[in-house]
């Protein structure tokens, strides 16, 4: 092996490249360029049709001073992300916890909580868009109706329209996370809770000791994908929000940061401006990772 | 899988009794919007309009789904779908499992340094790509064509590569010498040692790649203007915009859009579950 010539090695190289030329290529012109154009185009104004106008700095100014709606997409995504985050960990926690105990139908909760995960996110928002629907046809309020609740206006109200989104989010994502968390519950020797039994510790000792601060690592990962994918939030809000006048639904309610750059650059074609709001967003969330980061950062004993 | 029986000793009746009760209204909650959607397919229009909404059908009718093939090209959506999320899986299973072998066991200059770039992408959201992805696409005329589904698609393929790299980079050294030495070429040592070694990772990521494709929703709504170009979802879409009001026949789409990927979670359900566990992957 050591002798090899060098034409054979450069042969070999080769094949290396040639094995990864067409991957790399599609990732050149599709992923890796793209990031820089948008970060040029960030400093421009561009309409598609004409080519790119120099603005500098102009377009973030705008947005962060001068740009009210961007500052509701904001608000709306923090309340989104601060509601459907922790509630949906928070309950996918306790389902993973449920169903690793010895129970009878494991497999067939495992699979009904899981279903959304596998559904198209516009039928699911399509659905659930239906049962929101109004007074009359509603099932939702029907149900409200009966257990002596007023009926909700939910899309067609300020006030309801991005916690319908929130429910239904949360709804659609307690399957895929619960799976992960059981995983991680395998982790978890066995006998350590034997060992606590034998202490005479019941199901919230054993719960908040053993369960609790050992399924820390999963805790963290499931937050940190969750929060990446909840400020992320598009399909939902274009389903559930979009009619007359745009996306965003009653008073832009439910105008979410994405919905925002999606509107701006594919619905007004401001691509200097959609690509700014893009880096912004980029930007938020690499900071708001490293901070989650940080703040959940502990060793985890055994 | 082994249950952990946190608690459960014989006098911890009622902590049983709660889960099954949790578990049980968590089931009816997630199978309401199914049933609904379902139930609502199969309506007269008189039914839906009746107060108060019902469960029960008194006169089930496929209308809603005739009206649905009717007044648009469902089969060519679904043909489209299928197509689409099919040559983009093809594509990535066969791309990355290659390149994750040059990665893990070649050695070549830039290396590490290219996969390095690879891995990086993953931390970068797509609203950072779509602006410029869909002004190339247009500027290539691929808008509203198969190709500019597919192409652009083919190119998220850096975490089929890291994945793929970690499995091939845990075979050993010496099954692929043997192989050399027995003359093989590097494409026949990929195709008889390495792919046979790697199955379970290339139906996961084969799986997954075609549902997240299937399910796809921005890119084609970015760059498909014409009716006849649209996947499921977009379709769905635009017809929850066009027909609103008519809410069997959007149901009906919905079960149309919803159906097939359910077939494929029931016949690999079991690589969809350790799938998500080992990667983490969101279907």
């Not at chain 2, 830039?110 to 970068?124: A, E, H, T, V």
């Not at chain 2, 652009?152 to 499995?167: K, T, V």
Request: with cysteine.
């Amino acid at each position: 092996m050591e002798k090899e010539s060098i034409l054979h090695k450069i042969n070999k190289q080769k094949i290396s490249y040639l094995f990864i030329a067409l991957p790399a290529l599609l990732f050149f012109v599709f992923q890796l360029a793209p990031v820089f154009i948008s970060f040029f185009w960030s400093f421009t104004e561009y309409d598609v049709i004409h080519p790119p106008r120099f603005v500098g700095l102009s377009n973030y100014v705008n947005i962060l001073f001068h740009d009210p709606l961007f500052w509701i997409a904001i608000r709306n995504t923090a309340v989104y992300v601060i509601g459907v985050v922790p509630i949906g960990i928070c309950l996918s926690l306790i389902l993973a916890v449920a169903i690793d105990q010895q129970i009878k139908f494991k497999n067939f909760f495992k699979s009904i909580f899981f279903l959304p995960t596998v559904t198209a996110i516009i039928a699911v928002s399509v659905i659930w868009k239906w049962l929101y629907a109004g007074e009359k046809y509603g099932l939702l309020n029907h149900l409200l109706m009966k257990l002596g609740f007023h009926p909700v206006d939910w899309l067609a109200s300020p006030t309801w329209t991005l916690p319908s989104i929130m429910i239904m989010s949360v709804w659609a994502g307690v399957g895929y996370n619960m799976i992960l968390f059981l995983a991680g519950l395998q982790t978890i020797p066995h006998v350590m809770y034997e060992a606590a039994e034998m202490d005479g510790a019941g199901f919230w000792k054993k719960f908040s000791h053993i369960t609790l601060p050992l399924l820390k690592p999963t805790i963290v990962f499931v937050a940190m994908m969750s929060f990446i994918f909840s400020f992320q939030v598009f399909e939902q809000v274009y389903i559930m929000t979009s009619g007359q006048g745009g996306i965003g639904g009653v008073l832009n309610s439910g105008l979410t940061i994405v919905a925002y750059l999606y509107d701006k650059g594919f619905q007004k074609f401001q691509m200097g401006y959609a690509s700014a709001l893009a880096y912004i967003i980029f930007l938020m969330i690499f900071i708001l990772t490293m901070i989650n980061k940080r703040l959940m950062k502990t060793e985890v004993e055994y | 899988m082994a249950a952990h029986d946190i608690g459960i000793r014989k006098d911890s009746f009622t902590i049983k009794a709660f889960i099954y009760v949790f578990l049980i209204a968590g089931a009816v909650t997630m199978a309401l919007p199914y049933v609904w959607m379902f139930v609502t397919s199969i309506k007269p229009l008189q039914e839906i309009q009746a107060y108060p909404p019902s469960f029960i059908v008194k006169n089930p009718t496929l209308e809603p789904y005739k009206d649905l093939f009717r007044m648009v090209p469902m089969i060519r959506y679904l043909f489209n779908s299928l197509f689409v999320a099919g040559s983009i899986t093809l594509f990535n299973v066969f791309a990355t499992s290659l390149a994750g072998y040059a990665f893990a066991k070649h050695k070549f200059w830039g290396r590490d340094k290219i996969f390095f770039i690879f891995l990086g992408s993953l931390m970068i959201p797509w609203q950072v790509n779509i602006i410029p992805g869909f002004v190339i696409v247009k500027n290539l005329g691929w808008l509203n064509t198969y190709r500019g589904l597919i192409i652009p698609a083919m190119a998220w393929c850096a975490f089929g590569i890291f994945l793929n790299r970690q499995y091939i980079y845990s075979i050993p050294d010496d099954l692929i010498d043997a192989a050399r030495i027995d003359g093989c070429s590097e494409f026949m040592i990929y195709r008889k040692v390495i792919l046979p070694l790697i199955k379970p990772v290339v139906a996961t990521l084969a799986i997954f790649t075609f549902l997240q494709q299937w399910n796809n929703f921005v890119w084609p709504l970015v760059i498909i203007h014409t009716s006849n170009m649209r996947t499921i979802p977009l379709a769905l879409a635009v017809l929850t915009g066009q027909f609103g009001a008519n809410f069997a026949m959007v149901m009906a789409g919905a079960v149309i859009a919803t159906l097939p990927m359910l077939v494929v979670y029931l016949l690999f359900q079991k690589y969809i579950i350790k799938g998500i566990a080992m990667t983490g992957v969101k279907g």
